[in-house]
């Protein structure tokens, strides 16, 4: 299997490897309780974005595209914008039990929205091979979340008591304001709004 893939494979498997580091580095932090895990967890989605972009622009010049391409870029951005932020929120403190909810039902819209990219591309692209607009938001900008987060590590708010905008009961269960943010960019992503694809 190996033999078949192109170079862009690879790369995407970077991407892949960069959001499973993430995951890793949440686990150290949960742990050991250094903060720094968690930057470098943030910087890893960071990496994997690069990756995602490399990959697409590497197979275009070497005009190696394919369908087993297309189904790793999307098993790859899974893990490193679907699953890599979720558990990165809930590593710095969002573990209540809404939160985690909310968690879920972001990481399923990432999933949902990249087998609909899948499902449908070929008919977007009108028979051009080109995707001319996506159809929600791409997970990718998941990414700006990733960021927001880090940024606010710098402040201090890592844990469950401290994480930006408190901990609060709602029905007898905890619950952070900041993972609204995660069901606006859930539903975001599953919605019918049409994004340029550059």
């Known amino acids: 299997m190996i033999r078949e893939f192109h170079l862009a ?3 995407t498997l970077a991407n892949a490897a960069c959001g499973a580091g993430a995951l890793f580095s949440v686990m150290t932090y949960l742990e050991v309780d250094d903060v720094r895990h968690l930057y470098f967890a943030c910087a890893l989605v960071l990496a994997a974005l690069v990756f995602d ?20 870029d999307s098993l790859s951005d899974v893990i490193s914008f679907g699953v890599a932020p979720a558990i990165i929120a809930y590593g710095c403190g969002m573990q209540g039990l809404y939160d985690r909810i909310i968690l879920v039902y972001f990481i399923a819209c990432g999933v949902s929205r990249l ?15 080109k995707v001319k607009y ?3 938001t791409p997970v ?5 979340l990733v960021m927001i987060m880090a940024a606010l590590f710098s ?17 007898w269960r ?3 304001p900041f993972s609204l943010l995660f069901l606006v960019s859930g539903s975001l992503m599953i919605s019918t709004i049409k994004v340029p694809k550059p």
């Open 53 to 72: 972009i490399l990959d697409g622009r590497i197979a275009r010049w070497r005009q190696k595209a394919s369908t087993l391409g297309q189904e790793l």
């Open 9 to 11: 494979d690879w790369v």
């Open 155 to 171: 402040f201090g708010h890592v844990g469950r008591t401290n994480f930006f905008g408190g901990h609060v009961e709602l029905l």
């Open 174 to 176: 905890g619950f952070h």
């Open 134 to 136: 996506f159809e929600g």
């Open 140 to 144: 990718p900008t998941s990414l700006l």
């Open 115 to 129: 087998a609909r990219y899948n499902v449908t591309a070929e008919e977007l692209s009108e028979g051009t091979g």
